[in-house]
Structure formats: C-alpha cells, structure tokens
C-alpha cells in the first residue's frame, strides 16, 4: 500500500465515526477472505441539529403552561390534572422515540470499505434498508470535499466515487477525514491493481 495510505490501526470503538479494520463487524453480504478496511458514519457534529430539537421540546411544556395561563389561555380547565399528566407523559414518551430514531439513523447508515468493495448502507427505517456496492476495480475517480465553516472547524466533508458499475456514483456524506477517506480507498484500489483475478488478500 501507498506511504501516504492511512495506517491500520484496529478500532474498538462501537460509535466510531472513522474506524480502521474495526473489531466485531461484519455485514451479511461479506465474502470469505473480505475484510472491512474502513468503516464510515456521519460525523458526530451532524447530530447537533437534533439535540437542540431536543432540548426545545424537552423544555417546551414548561414553557407553554404558564404561557397560556398569562394569556388567558386556561390548560387545566380544559384538562383535569390527572389528564394532564398522562398528556405530558404520553409527549416525553413521544420525545424519547423521537431521539431513539435519530440515533439509529445515524448509527445504522454507515459506509463500508473492504479489500474488495465499496458499500453504502442506507438505513430508511425500522423495517427498510438500502444496500449498494462496487467493486474497487469499478473505482474509477475519488474526490474530497469539504465546504463550510463548520466542514472546516471539525474536519468532515464529504467524498464523491465514480464508478464504472451499475450505480455510477456513491455519495460518503459529511464523513470525518475526507481527504483520509479519499486516501485509503485509493490506496486500496491499487492494491487490487495488482491481484489476479479472484485473488482476495
């Protein structure tokens, strides 16, 4: 592999953003002999949208309540405080499935780099997934992108693949390290250069 290639350094942790040939993962359609070279999730900043949801509706029946009260708006006289409860309740529940959701769609869609492939899992909900893939010799252009201010500050952008394959682009979205994405797919492409047909290493 390229001396500019990231180095291999197994990740063991299970929310990693970035992780090289992570320990304990495998996907169902993986091939004997195909390791995962790099694993890929959206990076951890993408999520601040959803904690300042969070945080706003978190905070939003306390807000409401003596809101209405002062502008004439009487919400126990509408409701016994017993059914107020159960309302306030049944909106944290809500709340709480809400986050529940956020994180598996962040946790579940994930980009796959093996010694063989290119995969992208797209996690659309409890019971839909979305699976795409390339082969490395399909590759035929990598190029990293990272725009913003906050793109910049944190380090993640986004990496761009033409392929020659059925689906002719796939999109890395807000991944961390870009340009070390960028690297480490090529890296691996030219290492498959050099195999022989059906040789997997």
């Given amino acids: ?3 500019n290639t990231v180095k291999p350094k197994r990740s063991r942790n299970p929310f990693a953003m970035f992780a090289l040939a992570p320990l304990g993962v495998s996907f169902d359609e993986q091939d004997e002999g195909e390791d995962i070279v790099l694993l890929l999730r959206a990076h951890i900043v993408t999520l601040v949208p959803a904690f300042l949801e969070f945080i706003v509706f978190s905070i939003l029946p306390f807000v409401v309540i003596p ?6 708006f009487n919400i126990s006289g509408f409701f016994g405080a017993t059914q107020l409860w159960i309302l306030i309740i049944c909106w944290y529940v809500f709340l709480a499935g809400f986050v529940f959701f956020r994180f598996i769609f962040w946790y579940f869609n994930v980009y796959l780099l093996t010694n063989e492939r290119i995969i992208d899992f797209d996690f659309r909900g409890i019971l839909h997934k979305e699976t795409s893939y390339a082969n490395l010799t399909q590759i035929q252009d990598v190029s990293p992108r990272i725009i913003g201010f906050f793109g910049t500050f944190f380090h993640y952008g986004n990496v761009y693949i033409q392929t020659a ?25 030219r290492d498959e250069e050099t195999e022989a047909p059906g040789e997997i290493r």
Avoid at 176 to 189: F, H, K, N, S, Y
Wanted: aromatic share 6%; charged share 30%.
């Fill in 1 to 3: 592999m390229d001396e």
């Fill in 67 to 72: 809101v209405g009260s002062l502008i004439g």
């Fill in 165 to 189: 394959g059925e689906k002719p682009e796939f999109e890395f979205m807000n991944v961390a390290r870009p340009d070390d994405v960028a690297r480490t797919i090529l890296g691996e492409v």
